[in-house]
């Protein structure tokens, strides 16, 4: 479900920060989950303004699943209840007055792990850097991230490579093939380590053995793509390899689900066209199809809305192949008039 409702509880629709947040909220938080908190103010304070999780990402530069760890940090913190529906689709997300202040306190990812609240972004003392300056692993892990990144480490930088080893329990071993990984993949941004490093946690990601697995259903999926895009003779431009990051990491996606997206691309297009695969993905994510039996629902619902009403289709181009995945617009869902379909045969 792409659109969510966005209301207030007990107060009037503003745009401007309460001070209780600032002063007690704002400090234990990190500062994606700020931005979001900030964001949700902001489209209160517009009444025109479109809301959907989705937007709310590209809004602010991050993934789907960092939305919904922040939407997570601020229902503990008491200051939004999420609505879901039988589902257990988001369908509301209710802000409610912050009153009472925040302790600090440790917040479960995975398999008994735990992080604290403030994530990444926690700032070391002098006294704690020069404790943990006197592990051998952390100097090694600093060197080593030095030298991937061809460059010193900011002090920012350094206490997030601290935190991995410090607060995430991550092992010396893993963070290496962590930033080995993030530079061979074209990303030397330790922004976008953090959130590989976050991701990894909460996928219960322990070893480097884990990790390359997960590098191996890249490549899996790679794979696929080049087969069904037919891509042979070169590698993935660096654009390129940024859509499969996000439909495999990002995503979440399988590779049966984005080779049949490549397909259908093109079946459409007559080409392989990144950003249409990455526009049927989209839709796909949007109404929560993940499997190929709930794109196939999908289908169905999409195929008896244009029966019911044909003008919804009228624009729709010609395929080149129908079958019980190819008689539709891909990109043309009316996903308000499918609910309404799915919620009338329920």
């Not at 234990?28 to 809301?51: H, P």
């Not at 480097?208 to 590698?235: C, H, L, M, P, W």
């Not at 590779?255 to 950003?275: D, H, M, N, P, V």
Request: charge should be negative; charged fraction near 25%; aromatic fraction near 10%.
């Amino acid at each position: 479900m792409s659109d969510v409702f966005l209301r207030a509880a007990g107060t009037d629709t503003m745009t401007s920060v309460p001070n209780v947040f600032i002063d007690s909220y704002m400090k234990d938080a990190n500062g994606e989950y700020v931005k979001v908190y900030l964001y949700l103010l902001r489209c209160l304070g517009d009444e025109g303004m479109d809301f959907s999780v989705a937007g709310m990402a590209d809004a602010l530069d991050h993934t789907q699943r960092d939305i919904s760890r922040a939407l997570s940090h601020w229902e503990k913190a008491g200051l939004l209840r999420l609505e879901y529906t039988a589902d257990g689709e988001l369908s509301g997300i209710c802000l409610i007055d912050p009153v009472q202040p925040v302790l600090p306190r440790i917040v479960p990812i995975t398999q008994g792990r735990t992080s604290f609240a403030t994530g990444p972004d926690y700032s070391y003392s002098l006294d704690e850097l020069q404790l943990l300056g006197k592990d051998l692993d952390v100097q090694e892990i600093l060197c080593v991230t030095e030298r991937y990144l061809g460059r010193p480490l900011s002090s920012t930088e350094s206490n997030s490579v601290l935190y991995w080893y410090d607060g995430m329990d991550m092992s010396a071993d893993l963070i290496e093939y962590l930033v080995e990984y993030c530079v061979e993949h074209g990303h030397k941004s330790i922004h976008y380590m953090n959130k590989v490093a976050m991701n990894w946690a909460e996928d219960g990601i322990t070893t480097v053995e884990q990790a390359k697995g997960t590098d191996a259903a890249f490549n899996s999926v790679y794979r696929i793509v080049a087969q069904d895009f037919g891509i042979s003779g070169r590698n993935l431009t660096p654009p390129e390899r940024d859509y499969l990051d996000k439909w495999t990491g990002v995503m979440g996606f399988s590779g049966e689900l984005i080779g049949e997206a490549c397909r259908r691309t093109i079946l459409k297009t007559g080409r392989a066209s990144f950003q249409y695969a990455d526009s049927i993905l989209n839709s796909w994510s949007a109404a929560g199809a993940y499997t190929m039996d709930a794109v196939a629902k999908l289908d169905a619902a999409h195929k008896q809305v244009v029966k019911l009403h044909p003008s919804k289709n009228a624009n729709a181009p010609a395929t080149a192949k129908k079958d019980r995945f190819h008689n539709f617009n891909e990109r043309g869902y009316d996903y308000d008039a499918i609910q309404t379909l799915l919620i009338q045969q329920q």
